[in-house]
């Protein structure tokens, strides 16, 4: 926590509508639920351009070779996570699985600290120890990028109990591809919401990102089953649907769910319906699995677009202010490339560092001496 | 001192740090109204309530996953395993997450946690229920592995382990929850990586962990009856962190070493036990070190097989007499 706090973490940057000196969200919906204030929504905008402008850098840095292993973007989702991070309150903790760039900058991560992890630099947000799939960000509330499909489920489940039984009104907004509710790890902890919450005990938001293929595996070819909230009837946890390119239904979700899940302490799940517009990550060069008029044919409901659509219209926005908010993010983004391209590798001696909180000697933790030397 | 069985020893320990520290609580499958399959936790539901003695359903994965969530926020879970052979179905989270989370997150996170229960076989439970897992969760840096066999290391080290800031991987010897032995009052805790001499002697060092070591004790006692021969016993206690010194130590003295182990020999403690005396105390040896170990076969069932497939008294005996030349 310390190495985060030693580079004076800037706070989150106004996400919400607004905050009062309380910490209180003012609502920006109107009594139908939809968001209104237009300042809010140009944050949005500008939230959600950031985030595409930085995926494509980083598909291109990937590209360069600046990049390394595996990358998975959110191009595509943006309302998801923009629509459920704005009612993210401090206090409040998230869990995500590797598509998690996104979940860091709304969180309030700086850009070029995500960046310099991508490229594996000192400076990066995890100390260029985890990289893309691995970003923390603990004092805003990101508990982690997590690699292992479905595995991080259970641990948002406990962090929730945690939170309850430290008696706090937290929240934990748990996020999982639609690819992750096939396994084990998602049903055993489903159950353990829905048990620990009849005690008010398990306040887990469960957000299904259903980009609608688990790598390459469409819902139809993975289960028979394909309604993915309707799974979450049998461990007695409420749910509903929600549109996921539209950021306005998000936001309107989410600003009532959450108020329900701390409210209650009880699990809910909102299955969010998006598509990623981008292969599915690095190595996806094909995409054997999908068809190109798909993939237009969801361009067309492009998040983005759709916001922009809705600002110009209802007069909202001017398009010389929405270029202006755009160019803002692009300042943004090439600001974050150019610290990572600049930003020196770990120092040889981190290779040792962040495996016990106490420094176990070489010879109790079986580490050639002589290496340990070199470094 | 006080006189407590292995199994009274740990519960000790248990309810003494949840008494301390409110931050401590356990989970596992029956170890609240039922009382614990091992009778460990029996009686702490009642002392300290549901929300700290959780009784699960039969799901390691969701559970011990749920208890590092848990731990990252600042508690310090206790996950009884109701025996280690379970924790295959939780090794992804035990090991992809509690081991390397502090590693990932770069600093970050702290998973302090205990996962604990009856490890190793003896009691013709066959193969699927008899496992000694210390080689394979000691191969994964940011684990902590321990395996204690006195009652008053299973109290002191229970409470080394409950305040640990990192994961720790607690392995019992089931067979011997009964078995009695002084037990110090209060808060006497036994630090890790650091071995006990369970016996002095000087012509050959027996090495062993967990209930292996009393094997090793009867074995000394009739080297030194039938042999002339003073066996000093080492009990390891700690898998990870490793007191290397305590062997190098004992081999320079004694210039020759016996592992013994009731898990497979290949990749496994005693494999390691081995490398690390041939790098620090070749020129010491005078015979190659010697390891006796559990048979290369699925735990078997009818008993005598079970029998032929541990580590015997006589073939550590024999093992002993090779290393001093007096048999082929």
């Known amino acids: 926590m310390a190495t985060t706090q030693s580079r004076g973490k800037k706070r989150r940057q106004s996400t919400r509508a607004s905050e009062s000196d309380s ?5 920006a919906a ?6 209104t204030d237009s300042d809010a929504l140009l944050n949005f905008y500008k939230q959600m351009t950031l985030i595409r402008l930085f995926e494509t850098a980083a598909q291109r840095g990937f590209r360069q070779g600046k990049i390394g292993g595996y990358l998975h973007v959110y191009s595509g989702q943006e309302a998801v996570a923009t629509g459920f991070l704005a009612a993210h309150r401090d206090g409040d903790k998230v ?3 590797y598509r998690d760039h996104a979940h860091a900058l709304l969180l309030g991560s700086m850009p070029e600290e995500v960046m310099a992890e991508l490229y594996g630099r000192g400076t990066g947000l995890v100390k260029g120890k985890g990289g893309s799939m691995h970003l923390f960000d603990v004092e805003n509330g990101l508990m982690g990028g997590y690699g292992i499909v479905g595995g991080h489920i259970p641990l ?10 430290q008696e706090t009104d937290g929240i934990v907004q748990l996020y999982l591809g639609d690819g992750a509710i096939h396994n084990a790890a998602f049903h055993e902890a489903a159950n353990l919401a829905g048990l620990w919450g009849r005690d008010g005990l398990n306040p887990t938001l469960f957000i299904i990102e259903n980009n609608q293929y688990g790598m390459g595996t469409s819902i139809e070819r993975a289960t028979a089953m394909t309604d993915l909230a309707a799974k979450f009837d ?3 946890i409420e749910h509903e649907k929600v549109d996921g ?23 809910y799940a909102v299955e969010a319906l998006t598509y990623r517009i981008v292969p599915h990550g690095a190595g996806d060069f094909f995409e054997k699995y999908r068809t190109k008029e798909e993939v237009s044919k969801w361009r067309e409901r492009d998040p983005i677009g759709l916001l922009e659509h809705h600002l110009l219209d209802s007069e909202a926005a001017t398009e010389e202010q929405l270029e202006a908010l755009r160019e803002e993010a692009k300042k943004a983004v090439d600001a974050a490339v150019a610290f990572a391209d600049e930003s020196a590798e770990p120092d040889a001696a981190e290779l040792y560092t962040d495996v016990y909180a106490e420094p176990v000697a070489d010879d109790q933790a079986g580490n050639d001496q002589r290496s340990v030397d070199e470094a | 001192m006080p006189v407590m069985t292995y199994r009274e020893a740990l519960r000790t320990a248990m309810a003494d740090e949840m008494e301390r520290d409110e931050s401590v609580l356990m989970l596992g499958e029956d170890i609240g109204v039922y009382g614990g399959t091992h009778i ?11 929300k700290r003695v959780i009784d699960t359903p039969i799901a390691e994965g969701g559970f011990t996953g749920a208890a590092i969530g848990m731990a990252m926020c600042g508690l310090r879970p206790i996950v009884e395993m109701m025996t280690w052979n379970f924790s295959f179905q939780a090794a992804d989270q035990i090991i992809q997450n509690a081991a390397k989370l502090r590693y990932f997150s770069g600093g970050q996170t702290s998973v302090p946690m205990v996962i604990r229960g009856p490890n190793g076989g003896g009691v013709q439970l066959s193969a699927q229920h008899t496992h000694s897992l210390e080689g394979f969760y000691g191969h994964f840096p940011g684990l902590k592995v321990v395996s204690p066999v006195t009652p008053a290391d299973a109290k002191g080290m229970m409470l080394t382990a409950i305040r640990d800031p990192d994961p720790v991987i607690f392995l019992e010897a089931g067979a011997l929850y009964g078995t009695k032995g002084d037990v110090p009052e209060g808060d006497e805790t036994v630090p890790f990586g650091k071995a006990r001499v369970a016996r002095e002697g000087t012509d050959v060092t027996l090495i062993a962990y967990g209930r292996q070591v009393n094997l090793l004790l009867r074995v000394a006692d009739h080297l030194a009856e039938n042999e002339k021969v003073e066996a000093e016993v080492i009990d390891l206690r700690s898998i990870r962190p490793f007191d290397a010194d305590a062997i190098v130590e004992s081999v320079r003295k004694t210039h020759r070493a016996v592992v013994v182990q009731e898990q497979w020999r290949w990749f496994s403690v005693a494999s390691e036990v081995a490398a690390i005396i041939q790098e620090q105390a070749f020129d010491d040896l005078d015979a190659p070190v010697e390891r006796v170990s559990g048979a290369e076969v699925p735990a078997p069932y009818a008993r005598n097989l079970e029998t032929a497939a541990f580590p015997s008294e006589e073939q550590i005996v024999s093992a002993v007499r090779r290393a001093l030349y007096r048999e082929g």
């Open chain 1, 156 to 165: 948002g489940v406990g962090m929730a109990y945690a939170m309850r039984y």
């Open chain 1, 30 to 35: 109107d009594q139908n639920g939809r968001v």
């Open chain 2, 40 to 50: 460990i936790t029996d009686g702490l539901l009642e002392r300290f309530g549901p």
């Open chain 1, 95 to 97: 869990i995500t699985a």
């Open chain 1, 234 to 236: 049998s461990y007695a």
């Open chain 1, 245 to 267: 390119m539209d950021l306005g239904a998000v936001l309107e979700c989410a600003e009532r769910v959450t108020r329900q899940v701390r409210e209650t302490g009880k699990p």
């Open chain 1, 23 to 27: 910490g209180e969200v003012a609502s």
